[in-house]
């Protein structure tokens, strides 16, 4: 096709189900391209020389590359060729903010809308799972080492799959009964179907990666015992898992949950499906969802979900300032949920049965920038007002899980108790003990962590083969 | 990690013991320590203590009580079979040293848990009474095992059917604190939430140090959901990671029991449910 046509191609949408049907269903909201759709999409692409999207793409991903071939119809081979740097494609495309990494930079969006990348990218790892494709290298030289990857979220994943193809003796250490973090923990099923990440985890097996669940380190096993079992190094990527409150009376409330809880009762033990499933979770019918980023989202979209009325979410700064992905809050309000911007709790009320039925806020107005750079939002006087709630879900970020830390001697960590690690390399104030994804920065993203286990699994490699 | 069950027994009406096949928590377990388990796919994740530990034989006791569906499909399980998930040994063990007379209180199934912490408290030299107490005579259980890592032991029933008639609150105010004969160093009580608080307001008479271990309602128990979040000493303390024993006289009983029935009317429904599936002989 000649360039003058492929630039008149329009972005392709993406088939979504309907708001007022999926706010009641779990299903997965959009449903994904057509290989017609993704070739006309493809075609869009104008294959950059210096391809700047590239430079977006925290693991690099040959994006013009995958493209061409997709343009080709050849989708098997470009699903491939996105694994060469990117082992879980099928979770990226759907999951990266790819408004702010490899779409923000495509040139196609200085004068019409971005190649969609994501989509793309999504569309050739669901074609070759379901065409049952998927190859399993065979490892040639086994290397005789042993590591331990403790956490299975994306970091460790990543690491444990880099690993074992070097042909490392590679176990994965999982707190959970079930492999993949924050994928099965937290993201719901209608953004990420755990069938998914179920495949993902799979693949790993399938290349000889040990997954042991039900296994805390730091309880069960020290980092010094793994080296004393004969480990020649360890990963560390136990994620930020450890829910923040505000600290405001009437937190411990029968009906105020963490997000982090609210979201494992109903993604891991499946409590939206009870009583099939025996988790229990509270259905109600008013609910506040405290805070503005992705995982307040997925609490509030979870709550109407499980048949809310009202959702309510409330963030205490604009809509300018809100962390969530822009897609997100379209779903979101699509879905009815109800923003409250501007708005800060201030207590939650009770009644004599210790259940909350009430939530305070405070207007606040945006004043100078703070640390972040963001306008800091100040109360208003006088302000208060007081709204009717069964439910409240406080999604307002995550800290670090001391139990590893806490348990190795000698382990650098930062004043949030994050552990240290070299940016490059992921090692540790540790001889042998690498780590990275969350742990290390605070809650990011899927992709940041994955470049994480990336380059630690380089690091690692050299390591152990050195020793 | 899934275990098997190679033992199993009934300790009375509603209390059953199972012996596990655990290596790797039986070699790490401390006195005071809990597991998680996941009996099946569709299961809750429920933590129980760990009553005692072989670690040459790489075993473990847990003892419970049916309550629910969870603990009613755990009682239906026999020695043979195998349960899905296993996970542990969590929370922090409990803080032993030799500080002369321990008092160790039991209520009910809370027998279970105190017993491997009566058993540490003896096994560093100090001088251990047990008050074990029960409603009736049929719901005693490990008498026995309690009498055998104890100095001195009182058994109580509510109805008076065995032993010393009244509250095990009763019972230590009465034999021992009211008299003054022995200095009472420490008391550590586990039981229904209402028996530790009624312990805990009479000990607070008497200035007796008094330890409890909270069973408050827990998800993951690795310190990431809050669920099991309590309020001691005016702070938010989480049990599974922080606990589960605390400082009886901080701990805020109310707010304890209100979250403890969060899901009362799902637990209901969850069991009538498994209850009228097995009458229909489709199993859970
Ligand atoms: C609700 C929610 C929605 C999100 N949405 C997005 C999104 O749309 N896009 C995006 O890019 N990012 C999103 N994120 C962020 C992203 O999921 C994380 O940045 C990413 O998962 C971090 O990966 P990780 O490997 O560092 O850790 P995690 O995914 O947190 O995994 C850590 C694992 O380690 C285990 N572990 C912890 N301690 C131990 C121990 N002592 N022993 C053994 N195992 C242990 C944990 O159980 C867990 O399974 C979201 C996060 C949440 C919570
Ligand atoms: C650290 C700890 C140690 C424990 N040790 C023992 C023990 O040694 N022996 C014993 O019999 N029981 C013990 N328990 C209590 C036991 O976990 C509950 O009885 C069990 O989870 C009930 O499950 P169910 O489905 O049978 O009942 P359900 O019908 O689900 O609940 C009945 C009651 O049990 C409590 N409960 C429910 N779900 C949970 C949960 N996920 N976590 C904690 N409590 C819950 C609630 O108060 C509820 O009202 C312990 C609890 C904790 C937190
Ligand atoms: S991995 Fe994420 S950032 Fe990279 S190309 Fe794919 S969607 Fe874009
Ligand atoms: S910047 Fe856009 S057009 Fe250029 S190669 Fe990347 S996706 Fe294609
Ligand atoms: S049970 Fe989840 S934090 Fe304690």
């Known amino acids: ?467 | 990690m899934s275990a098997k069950i190679l033992e199993k027994q009934q300790l009375s009406e509603n209390v059953f013991k199972l012996v596990l096949d655990a290596p790797k928590i039986a070699k790490k377990r401390k006195a005071g320590q809990f597991v998680v388990l996941r009996i099946h796919e569709e299961g809750e994740r429920i933590p129980l203590t760990i009553a005692d530990a072989d670690p040459a034989k790489g075993t473990l006791t847990i003892i419970f009580q049916v309550v629910g569906k969870s603990t009613a499909h755990l009682s239906g399980l026999e020695a043979g079979d195998s349960l899905l998930d296993l996970v542990g040994p969590m929370g922090q063990p409990t803080h032993v040293e030799k500080i002369g007379t321990v008092v160790c209180v039991g209520g009910g199934v809370g027998v279970a848990p105190v017993y491997p912490i009566t058993q540490a408290m003896k096994n560093a030299g100090n001088h251990v009474i047990s008050i074990i107490g029960a409603r009736c005579k049929d719901l005693i259980i490990m008498e026995e095992e309690m009498k055998a890592v104890s100095d001195e032991i009182i058994v109580t029933t509510d109805d008076g059917s065995y032993g010393y008639h009244g509250f095990v609150s009763q019972a230590l105010e009465e034999k021992y604190l009211m008299t003054g004969d022995k200095k009472i160093d420490m008391v550590v009580a586990i039981g229904p939430v209402p028996m530790m608080r009624a312990l805990c307001d009479v000990t607070k008479k008497y200035n007796v140090p008094t330890v409890v271990s909270l069973n408050s309602i827990m998800v993951d128990a690795t310190g990431m959901c809050g669920a099991c979040r309590v309020t001691v000493g005016g702070k938010t303390r989480f049990v599974c990671v922080d606990g589960p024993e605390f400082d009886g006289h901080q701990v805020d009983f109310k707010e304890l029991i209100d979250r403890q029935r969060i899901y009362l009317d799902q637990e209901k429904q969850c069991y009538d449910h498994y209850c009228t599936c097995r009458q229909q002989g489709k199993g859970a």
């Not at chain 1, 046509?5 to 309907?18: A, F, G, N, S």
Request: hydrophobic share 40%; glycine share 10%.
């Open chain 1, 1 to 467: 096709m000649e360039m003058k046509e492929r630039l008149k191609i329009l972005r392709q949408p993406m088939p979504e189900q309907d708001p007022q049907v999926r706010k009641r269903n779990f299903d997965e909201v959009p449903l994904g391209y057509t290989p017609e759709v993704a070739k006309a999409e493809a075609l869009r692409c104008i294959q950059c020389k210096k391809p700047e999207c590239v430079e977006g793409c925290p693991v690099e991903v040959d994006i013009p590359g995958f493209i061409a071939l997709i343009a080709e119809g050849k989708f098997i081979d470009a699903a491939r060729k996105i694994k060469q740097t990117n082992a879980l494609p099928a979770v990226c495309g759907r999951v990266c903010p790819q408004e702010v990494q490899c779409e923000v930079r495509c040139v196609r969006g200085k004068k019409a809308e971005p190649v969609a990348i994501g989509r793309l990218e999504r569309f050739v790892a669901d074609y070759e799972r379901a065409a049952g494709e998927v190859s399993i290298p065979k490892i040639e030289n086994m290397t005789g080492k042993k590591i331990a990857v403790v956490g299975s979220g994306p970091s460790g994943l990543t690491v444990a799959g880099d690993l074992v193809q070097m042909g490392h003796d590679v176990t994965i250490f999982e707190a959970l009964h079930a492999a993949g973090g924050v994928l099965v923990y937290g993201i719901p099923e209608f953004r990420l179907p755990k069938a998914i990440v179920a495949a993902e985890v799979d693949y790993l097996k399938k290349l000889g990666v040990k997954i042991e669940t039900s296994n805390v380190i730091g309880k069960v096993a020290t980092v010094d015992e793994l080296f004393a079992e004969g480990y020649d190094a360890v990963f560390l990527g136990t994620g930020a898992g450890l829910p923040s409150f505000m600290n405001i009376p009437g937190e411990n409330l029968n009906g105020v949950y963490s997000a982090n809880e609210y979201l494992t009762r109903s993604n891991l033990m499946k409590a939206y499906r009870f009583p099939e499933y025996d988790t229990p979770i509270v259905r109600g019918k008013n609910v506040a969802v405290i805070g503005g980023g992705n995982v307040a989202m997925d609490s509030a979209r979870t709550a109407m979900r499980l048949g809310a009325d009202h959702v309510y979410l409330v963030y205490r700064r604009s809509r300018q300032e809100m962390p969530a992905r822009i897609e997100e809050i379209h779903h979101a309000e699509e879905e009815g949920i109800e923003l409250h911007l501007l708005t800060n709790p201030i207590r939650y009320i009770g009644n004599d049965k210790g259940w909350v039925t009430g939530i305070e806020c405070l207007q606040m107005e945006l004043g100078e920038p703070d640390d972040s750079g963001r306008r800091r939002p100040v109360p208003i006087k006088g302000s208060e007002f007081i709204k009717d709630v069964d439910t409240v879900v406080v999604a307002i970020g995550a800290g670090s899980n001391p139990l590893v830390q806490s348990t190795t001697p000698g382990l650098d960590t930062n004043k949030w108790n994050y552990i240290v690690a070299d940016e490059e390399t992921g090692q540790t104030s540790r001889e042998g003990v690498f780590a990275g994804g969350d742990i290390v920065t605070g809650a990011a993203t899927v992709i940041l962590a994955m470049g994480a286990g990336r380059k630690a699994a380089r690091a690692i490699h050299k390591y152990v083969m050195s020793k």
